[in-house]
């Protein structure tokens, strides 16, 4: 069994992330894409949409698998080069939501401009922890003087 020491040693905060936004951004497809889109985001999304066989609905399973591949990849410990792919597939979305938006905003559907800052800053957020490292243990760091 696995004593108290050696979980602690297991617990990374870069992967719960990975893990809580995957399960969330899976969420969102499929509750918030799929089941009951708003009309913001579809109005919103509308150039893209006419491109996207399936539309607002293929959108909505690329949100859920993008999301369940970054929770599986925040679940596999000592995986750097997975786990790496796991923040690719957290922030692609994000990041696709936030230029869609944008362009949305500078043209047809100027009401986009607040989603189109909330994504951009969410996949800026997500490109920042995919970079940071896990806190030492304990026993590693610098004791203060």
């Given at each position: 069994?696995?004593?108290?020491?050696?979980?602690?040693?297991?617990?990374?905060?870069?992967?719960?992330f990975l893990v809580v936004l995957g399960l969330g951004w899976a969420g969102y497809g499929r509750l918030g894409i799929i089941?009951?889109?708003?009309?913001?985001?579809?109005?919103?999304?509308?150039?893209l949409t006419k491109h996207v066989p399936g539309g607002l609905n293929t959108l909505g399973w690329m949100w859920v698998v993008c999301g369940l591949l970054g929770a599986v990849a925040g679940l596999?410990?000592?995986?750097?080069?997975?786990?790496?792919?796991g923040y690719v597939a957290i922030a692609v979305p994000a990041g696709l939501w936030a230029?869609?938006?944008?362009?949305?905003?500078?043209?047809?559907?100027?009401?986009a401009v607040g989603s189109a800052c909330g994504w951009g800053a969410f996949t800026i957020g997500v490109v920042l922890v995919s970079g940071m490292d896990d806190?030492?243990?304990?026993?590693l760091r610098k004791r203060g003087r």
């Open positions: 069994m696995w004593g108290a020491a050696a979980r602690r040693r297991q617990f990374s905060y870069r992967r719960a089941d009951q889109p708003r009309y913001g985001t579809a109005r919103g999304l509308a150039d596999l410990a000592n995986c750097p080069r997975l786990q790496a792919l230029g869609v938006l944008t362009a949305a905003a500078a043209g047809p559907f100027p009401p806190p030492l243990p304990p026993y």
